[in-house]
């Protein structure tokens, strides 16, 4: 059990995580352009989360992370991310819990899951905006999951140093 | 010494006052200087040559610390005066830049006097996969408005403005799943709709859809903006005609269009705030 002081300062390490994430994505990632495609390492971010906090923590730092996805990047539609993120988060949490325990072998397989999840949903938006793009769609999909798994490590690794930090004493 | 004045100093002087007729009887019938002169002279000589050239070198060495120290000050003074060159050539950079831009936009506003311009350069480009958007340094503070135009210098549409703030505004350009625009072939006048497609997109192309049955357009048809409803401006130009194809069910025509934009390479556009709707 730990107390609140404590609690704060695991989200504080948190976001502080993510924001470097996120300067990692904007400053760097976002020029890179690999077969075509960026790596995009948001939904990973989720997945990562949830795997060390469990589905509930980690679908609720997912909502969060959705909304200011929404807010900064905008999607096919005004809540997309607000609407998927909390459903890959609550995958990786389960997943940790009952079939992998967390380590990189569960952030790579979660972050997977968050993508297909992410993806599934852009194909479903664009299937009811009468894209019948599902060969492209599935693609592109497929190269983002593949170009940006490398980068999630790294992130991977700083998430672990932070979830180490916090559970120390659990 | 006082006795030895006193006692020779008459012969002293004698014999001074005879030296001194010698010499002058000698120096007046001599051509050259007086042999004692010249016996000194011989003498001196060589230190005088010493004299000289260590007087030389240090006068050499003197100039040349001056020299140095006036060189010094002049290389810090060119210095200065070149960082102050610099400067205004950056100045003058910035002005040519402004005067270009300007210039530009000149152009558009002859071409068409009827739009109100706002220049903005492109500070990110999409941030997803699945989009495809750019983001502008202009916002509502500047007037900028939700389905806003936004055009290159040439005047080639871009795409629209979608979601504007205080100092930003996003476009989601013609290629973007969402972009949905009229559309006029101006060699045929035939009326449709440019709209972006997924199929497409990672190929820099947009579709021309919902053609008449009997529209002949040819490759390299020009495709401008129709302005029908008057939510834009008409005779944008979207692209031109790369392919007409048949539909999957093979009923109806559409076309594939390659934008005149350079999309990929934009960093300056212009956002035409507010046209003329044509009559």
Redesign the interface.
């Known amino acids: 059990m730990i107390g609140r002081s404590e609690t704060m300062i695991k989200w504080a390490l948190y976001g502080a995580a993510t924001l470097a994430a996120l300067l990692f994505q904007g400053f760097v990632l ?1 020029f890179l352009l690999l077969w ?3 790596p ?1 390492l948001y939904p990973a971010l989720t997945a990562l989360v949830g795997m060390y906090e469990g589905p509930v923590a980690g679908s609720a730092y997912a909502l969060v992370l959705g909304v200011a996805c929404d807010l ?5 539609i005004p809540c997309f991310y607000t609407l998927i993120f909390p459903a890959a988060g609550l995958c990786a949490g389960l997943m940790a819990e009952s079939w992998l325990p967390a380590g990189v072998l569960c952030a790579l397989a979660a972050s997977a899951a968050a993508f297909v999840l992410t993806d599934a949903f ?1 194909l479903l938006i ?1 299937a009811l ?1 009468g ?3 599902f ?3 599935a693609l ?1 999909a497929l ?2 999951t593949g170009v940006t798994l490398p980068f999630v490590l790294p992130v991977f690794l700083l998430f672990r140093a932070v979830s180490r930090k916090c559970h120390f004493y659990d | 010494m006082k006795n030895f004045l006193k006692r020779h100093g008459l012969w002293v002087l004698f014999a001074a006052a005879v030296i001194a007729v010698a010499m002058a009887v000698l120096s007046y019938f001599s051509n050259t200087s007086s042999p004692l002169a010249n016996l000194t002279g011989v003498v001196a000589s060589p230190f005088r040559t010493a004299y000289t050239a260590v007087s030389d070198w240090i006068g050499d060495k003197w100039a040349y610390y001056q020299d140095y120290q006036e060189l010094k000050k002049e290389n810090k003074a060119l210095k200065k005066k070149i960082a102050e060159m610099e400067s205004q050539v950056r100045q003058g950079q910035t002005a040519s830049d402004e005067n270009d831009r300007l210039h530009k936009l000149l152009n558009l506003q002859e071409k068409r006097p009827e739009f109100r311009y706002e220049t903005a350069a492109v500070t990110e480009r999409s941030s997803s996969n699945w989009t495809s958007s750019l983001t502008l340094n202009k916002g509502t503070s500047q007037d900028v408005k939700v389905n806003d135009c936004v055009i290159t210098e040439e005047g080639y549409l871009v795409g629209i403005v979608t979601r504007v703030g205080l100092n930003w505004c996003t476009v989601l350009t013609v290629l973007d799943t969402d972009a949905s625009l009229g559309a006029q072939v101006f060699r045929t006048s035939d009326i449709g709709v440019a709209q972006g497609d997924f199929n497409l997109m990672p190929q820099g192309k947009l579709k021309l859809s919902y053609l008449p049955a009997k529209s002949s357009l040819l490759n390299g048809d020009l495709v401008v903006t129709s302005g029908l409803g008057g939510y834009y401006p008409s005779g944008l130009v979207i692209g031109s005609v790369d392919a007409v194809q048949l539909d999957d069910a093979g009923a109806t025509e559409y076309a594939t269009l390659t934008p005149e934009a350079d999309l990929a390479n934009l960093s300056e556009v212009f956002i035409i705030k507010s046209f003329t709707a044509a009559g």
């Open positions: 976002q075509g495609v960026m995009f900064a990047l905008g999607g096919p852009h664009l905006t894209q019948r793009a060969g492209t769609a592109v190269k983002e």
